[in-house]
């Protein structure tokens, strides 16, 4: 009789080992592939949590899931780093906000079963998400200059045709230079000595501005002008040569400085006020349609991340 009690409690142990060895064959099920990573039958039911075991909830469980898997794909692929000194300062600052002192936060923590260690990992997970939301964001706004232009052109006539038409000018500076390109022979100390050298002639008064740009100038279009460049906004040049423009006094000859095109000196010649009404509705056309791009790519930014995605599905239920 104990024997066929012990049998029976054998069969049924190993009944209840195969039941759930099922269960868990069933829970660790394949339902769907993003970039041939799997995603698991059991990450759906632990998204489901203590919803309702329905065809839809679960649909939306496996979304989020794979919403999820995206956002840390996106987040790794990105590089971008979290500084915990900023983390713990965005505690103490959620600290102030709800009233509470450090400590009492630290209460409120453990209160819910949560250690300040994994406080700071879920603040840090929230910041790089931020992050790479913005990434995500910027990368997406793409602005056609044909629909800047459009768009610029109907604000302009709006404006026009209410009496609204805001007129903006801008200083336009008279610039001449003369450029020096390093070479194999010339390197950037021999090009800076020679444009120094140039300097120290035309101060002596052994040559003028104009006759040294025609000399010497490997910008030959300006050269054969003397060095002179026209009447022109600053936002058309290069960077480093629109910074020592804007800093240069009339009439006085800059030191030697570089830009991306080589070794320069300039000076400013004149100025004049010129009309940048049009640049003026360009740029406001621009931040309109890109403020709009940016506003629909923020309710949904995981969308694009979608696009780019391969995501499969297997045997949804």
């Known amino acids: 009789m104990k024997f066929t009690s012990a049998k029976s409690l054998l069969v049924a142990f190993v009944a209840t080992l195969g039941l759930s060895q099922s269960l868990l064959a069933a829970e660790e099920r394949v339902v769907a592939t993003v970039d041939g990573n799997m995603i ?9 949590g203590k919803k309702a075991n329905t065809e839809a909830n679960r649909k939306a469980a496996l979304e989020n899931v794979i919403d999820d898997f995206l956002v840390q794909k996106a987040i790794k ?9 900023r983390v713990d300062q965005a505690i103490e600052e959620i600290a102030a906000r709800n ?32 992050a790479v939301r913005h990434q995500s964001i910027g990368k997406s706004i793409q602005v056609n200059p044909e629909d800047v232009r459009a768009q610029a052109q109907a604000l302009m006539a709006k404006d026009k045709a209410a009496g609204k038409l805001k007129s903006v000018s801008g200083t336009e500076p008279r610039i001449s230079h003369i450029l020096i390109k390093t070479t194999p022979v010339l390197n950037d100390t021999q ?34 002008d003397g060095g002179d460049l026209g009447f022109n906004f600053l936002d058309i040049y290069d960077p480093a040569f629109a910074n020592a423009a804007a800093k240069a006094k009339q009439g006085q000859i800059t ?36 403020n709009q791009q ?7 930014w995981v969308k694009a991340l979608r696009k780019t995605a391969n995501i499969q599905y297997v045997n949804v239920k």
Do not use: C
Not at 100 to 127: P, V
Not at 199 to 213: L, Q, R, S, V, Y
Not at 294 to 300: G, I, N, Q
């Open 191 to 224: 090009a800076k000595a020679k444009l120094n050298s140039i300097i120290a002639d035309i101060k002596a008064g052994k040559t003028t501005f104009e006759e040294a740009a025609k000399a010497n100038s490997v910008d030959y279009v300006s050269a054969a």
């Open 255 to 290: 030191a030697p400085f570089k830009s991306q095109f080589g070794w320069h000196i300039l000076k400013v010649t004149d100025s004049r006020q010129g009309d940048r009404t049009e640049d003026a509705y360009a740029q406001r056309a621009y931040e309109q349609l890109a």
């Open 77 to 85: 692929q990105s590089g971008v780093k979290v500084d915990y000194r």
């Open 40 to 48: 698991m039958e059991s990450q759906v039911t632990r998204a489901l």
């Open 294 to 300: 940016a506003e629909a790519a923020s309710k949904d």
């Open 99 to 130: 009233g509470l002192t450090y400590g009492q936060l630290l209460d409120a923590l453990d209160y819910q079963g949560i250690t300040l260690n994994q406080y700071r990992q879920q603040i840090a997970q929230q910041m790089m998400m931020e």
